[in-house]
T-cell receptor, first 117, second 111 residues
Framework: GAVVSQHPSWVICKSGTSVKIECRSL??????MFWYRQFPKQSLMLMATSNEGSKATYEQGVEKDKFLINHASLTLSTLTVTSAHPEDSSFYICSARDLPDYNEKLFFGSGTQLSVL | SQQGEEDPQALSIQEGENATMNCSYK?????LQWYRQNSGRGLVHLIL?????REKHSGRLRVTLDTSKKSSSLLITASRAADTASYFC???????????FGAGTTVTVRA
């Protein structure tokens, strides 16, 4: 099946620094990727929809200047957490669809555990 | 936003037993999907059932969908220790490319 690679798997950073997370579709082209955030023992909350070549669509309550998303190619989307603070510590997961057909499953990256000190 | 509610929140069973979990949702859907997540990892797609289907099987998994009650169930038969994970339902609503995930059921299979 299709593979989505997410990097890094975990990152520890100091408060005030920026962190970039990469999400790559390895064997398919993903015109749309999704970024989720997950707190311990909770569900996935959609943060934004990343569209290749255009601006990302953010969910209500998600600060677009805080969470910068770039989808410059059909195989790569990046999420940058700017000026990270301890409350940004969370598990971030990306996903992508293999086909443009919305009626299909998502392939997920393995997630990035962010810890902000 | 989240539209799925799952029940139970947690389930502990003995290896070899069946595990059943339920998912309810609020709005009309195109399809409903079930995913598994091992601790600290991404999600793995298990099965997709379309709105015009009532039951679907995949190996030891059986999914039912009742659109009149806006609910679905996932049955894992003859459970194994490797089935220990969190299970999430996700709905794909009309005219929307996004999936909304339920709160998840944490399943522990004891050897």
């Amino acid at each position: 099946g299709a593979v989505v690679s997410q990097h890094p798997s975990w990152v520890i950073c100091k408060s005030g620094t920026s962190v970039k997370i990469e999400c790559r579709s390895l064997d398919f082209q993903a015109t749309t990727m999704f970024w989720y955030r997950q707190f311990p023992k909770q569900s996935l909350m959609l943060m934004a929809t990343s569209n290749e070549g255009s601006k990302a669509t953010y969910e209500q309550g998600v600060e677009k200047d805080k969470f910068l998303i770039n989808h410059a190619s059909l195989t790569l989307s990046t999420l940058t957490v700017t000026s990270a603070h301890p409350e940004d510590s969370s598990f971030y997961i990306c996903s992508a669809r293999d086909l443009p057909d919305y009626n299909e499953k998502l392939f997920f990256g393995s997630g990035t555990q962010l810890s902000v000190l | 936003s989240q539209q799925g509610e799952e029940d139970p929140q947690a389930l502990s069973i003995q290896e070899g037993e069946n595990a059943t979990m339920n998912c309810s949702y609020k709005t009309s859907i195109n399809n409903l999907q079930w995913y598994r997540q091992n601790s600290g990892r991404g999600l793995v797609h298990l099965i997709l059932i379309r709105s015009n289907e009532r039951e679907k099987h995949s190996g030891r998994l059986r999914v039912t969908l009742d659109t009149s009650k806006k609910s679905s169930s996932l049955l894992i038969t003859a459970s194994r220790a490797a089935d220990t994970a969190s299970y999430f339902c996700a709905t794909d609503s009309s005219n929307d490319y996004k999936l909304s995930f339920g709160a998840g059921t944490t399943v522990t299979v004891r050897a």
